[in-house]
Nanobody, 124 residues
Framework: QVQLVESGGGLVQAGGSLRLSCAASGRTSSNYAIGWFRQAPGKEREFVSA????????YYSDSVKGRFTISRDNAKNTVYLQMNSLKPEDTAAYYC?????????????????WGQGTQVTVSS
């Protein structure tokens, strides 16, 4: 079993920045792909970003591209999501997830393990 724990969420003013972390433990593998999803009130969980096993391929939803940056430190079993120029519409619970395939996928069903989420609130 792989455990994922998100951290770094909080309250920030519009235009500010936050850095989220996703720490993995248990039967981890650097070959896993890691995705970030978010879920705002009244909406379904949606794809935000993903990174493949070697960190050479990264993917972003159109709504965050140019503002968010995903990175991976395999030695620390940790993936980061740097969020800049935050907007009120970024307010959501953010979740990280691991896919055994190691390949990019935007679908929730492709991921095998999920964290409990961390809340990000952006004030206007």
């Amino acid at each position: 079993q792989v455990q994922l724990v998100e951290s770094g969420g909080g309250l920030v003013q519009a235009g500010g920045s936050l850095r989220l972390s996703c720490a993995a433990s248990g039967r981890t593998s650097s070959n896993y792909a890691i995705g970030w999803f978010r879920q705002a009130p009244g909406k379904e969980r949606e794809f935000v970003s993903a990174i493949t096993w070697n960190g050479g391929r990264v993917y972003y939803s159109d709504s965050v591209k140019g503002r968010f940056t995903i990175s991976r430190d395999n030695a620390k079993n940790t993936v980061y999501l740097q969020m800049n120029s935050l907007k009120p519409e970024d307010t959501a619970a953010y979740y990280c997830a691991a896919a055994r395939s190691g390949f990019y996928n935007y679908a929730r069903a492709a991921y095998d393990y999920w964290g409990q989420g961390t809340q990000v609130t952006v004030s206007s």
